[in-house]
């Protein structure tokens, strides 16, 4: 499959379709479902907050095509603008957030992930995803490669959260490595880091 992949850098007129895998493909996260606690249609609430995420917050954002058609998505931030919510986001997510309870659980999740981030330059990853339907395929793998590739090129530690344990061991194939670990929401995160390749 890994021919037929693309991954290339995200078009705003690729937003909807990016939007819309993330928003499946993100459904049944631990976080997202402590966050949500059985409100009604969660991928399209997901769907909404990354579509605002990818318009309006900073990042370089790529997308996976399989044979033309969009699979999956990523984003990737500079520190030290990895934290914080644009204000132009914000009528969306709290549109998708649907009440004051999802809103006060991911405010909780956010501090959480804020204070573990790195206090010097580095990169971001999140959110990263593929299509449910065509996971295990390698895809999310080739966007690893782009996003461990910059961050060498910019010889800077990369960064990122997951909630899921799965993903642990798929992300210490690229070097990462746990430097925390936390319940937040009944929900357990793990903090993961790449040293910055200093090599020339």
């Known amino acids: ?27 049944t996260n631990p976080i997202m479902l402590a966050t949500y606690r059985g409100k009604q249609m969660l991928a399209t609430r997901i769907q909404i907050t990354f579509g605002a995420m990818f318009r ?23 520190w030290p603008d990895c934290q914080g919510m644009s204000v132009k986001a914000m009528p969306s997510v709290l549109r998708a957030a649907g009440g004051l309870g999802p809103i006060m659980r991911a405010m909780k999740h956010i501090v959480a992930w804020k204070k573990h981030d790195p206090k010097q330059p580095h990169w971001h990853l999140g959110p990263i995803g593929v299509a449910p339907e065509i996971q295990g395929k390698g895809i999310g793998s080739q966007m690893m490669d782009v996003y461990c590739r910059i961050a060498d090129e910019n010889r800077l530690e990369a960064y990122h959260e997951t909630d899921r344990p799965e993903n642990v061991p798929f992300y210490e194939r690229f070097g990462f490595k746990v430097v925390g670990e936390e319940m937040v929401i009944g929900t357990k995160i793990w903090y993961m880091l790449r040293p910055a390749k200093l090599d020339k």
């Open 1 to 27: 499959m890994e021919d037929k992949v693309k991954i290339r850098e995200m078009q705003r007129s690729d937003i909807p379709q990016v939007a819309e895998v993330l928003g499946r493909a993100y459904a």
């Open 56 to 78: 309006y917050q900073p990042g370089e954002c790529f997308v996976s095509e399989l044979d033309g058609q969009i699979v999956g998505g990523m984003r990737i931030t500079k």
